[in-house]
């Protein structure tokens, strides 16, 4: 003997209303990750162009770009 299946009730406007509201909530939270994403994926890549050009970290004037070029006190200027 084959049995039918019960159907589901149909839902409610209560019901539709609310899944449309988490459907909303998950695709802005999905919009906030993706921004958030790209605001790192943007910071990441100035600190590598800044660290390529040897503008970041920490320096002393002698291992610099210079080399200790130009640092003269004025006083010893004449």
């Known amino acids: 003997m084959c049995f039918k299946k019960p159907k589901m009730p149909a839902p409610t406007a209560e019901e539709l209303a609310a899944e449309r509201e988490l459907k909303q909530q998950r695709e802005a939270l999905k919009a906030q990750l993706a921004s958030e994403k790209a605001e790192a994926k943007e910071r ?9 050009s040897g503008s970041y970290g920490f320096r002393s004037l002698i291992s610099g770009r210079k080399g200790g070029q130009g640092f003269m006190a004025r006083g010893l200027l004449g």
């Not at 990441?44 to 390529?52: D, G, L, M, V």
């Open 44 to 52: 990441r890549t100035r600190e590598a162009i800044s660290r390529a």
